[in-house]
């Protein structure tokens, strides 16, 4: 078992650093009485050329036709059938009859999740401000982004200019590199840019205290990610790797501590962030 403190700590964005928009999800679904794990699975199966794979990859704009792409993905009666069979062995009380696909606004349903997710989690973002003030690491990130177009709420002409994303030495976003998550190669691709970050800064003092003279090898990485795919993937490269719970962040930053030694947590209440039910409550 790797014990030694690492040089690199690796966030991902959404349901780390900021608000998952998996809580989002799991809201719409459950306020239409959806079979909650419909969405990600409807998304998850078509991967990896599916409207929101390829979005994430910047393959195409954020426009009119991904939106009734990403809606036709959601839709799909092949795959809600499939889905449906396995929540009936799950639960006996389910419908024997597959019912209709459900009727969901994609939309919708992307842009309150991109709006959720622009939100700093309560009690990671407290940390990432210490882990930076401390100086001790080199803080990068290594997430599945959207480029928004000119006109969206969430446009930004400066891609960094963000209060989170400017706490980072080095930010690799998907859509500005060709490659996602769970792709190896976009590990490898995080690799080489803080190997890169760590050599070229080698002369400041936290450098040389780090020993970053010596560049990064991949166990010299901690990788934070809310989804077991990625995590694997960064394992499989030689990361080691720490799973952020979907509405308890908490329970990350306590291992953050115990990895780096520093006192980072905030004083925001450890309670976890439960889902809204806006209306019906949930088949399942």
Known sequence: ?????????????????????????????????????WINHSISKTAPNGFWHRLERGEIPLDNAFYAGFNEDLHDSIRWEA??????????????ETP????????????????????????????????????KFILAAL??????????ALYREDFLNDPIRSLFDVFVSSAHVGLRKPDPKIYEHALSEVNKFAKSHASEERGQTSRWREG???DEIVFLDDI????????????RTLKV??????????????ITGLKLAGDHPRTPIKPRLKGSKAKL
Request: charged share 20%.
């Open 100 to 135: 209709p696909v459900p009727k969901l606004d994609g939309r919708w349903l992307f842009n309150d999740m991109m709006t959720a997710s622009n939100a700093p989690d309560p009690w990671m973002y407290p940390a990432l401000k210490n882990l930076r003030a401390s100086g």
């Open 1 to 37: 078992m790797v014990t030694h403190q690492p040089k690199v700590l690796l966030f991902d964005i959404g349901g780390v650093c900021v608000i998952s928009p998996f809580q989002s999800i799991l809201n719409y679904e459950l306020s239409l009485g959806v079979p909650p794990g």
């Open 143 to 152: 997430s599945n982004t959207v480029i928004f177009p000119h006109g969206h």
């Open 83 to 96: 889905f449906y069979k396995a929540q009936q062995l799950k639960n006996p009380d389910l419908s024997k």
């Open 245 to 258: 719970p979907l509405g308890k962040a908490f329970e990350a930053v306590d291992e953050l501590e115990a």
């Open 228 to 239: 077991g795919e990625n995590l694997k993937a960064a394992k499989k490269t030689g990361f």
């Open 216 to 218: 990064v090898k991949p």
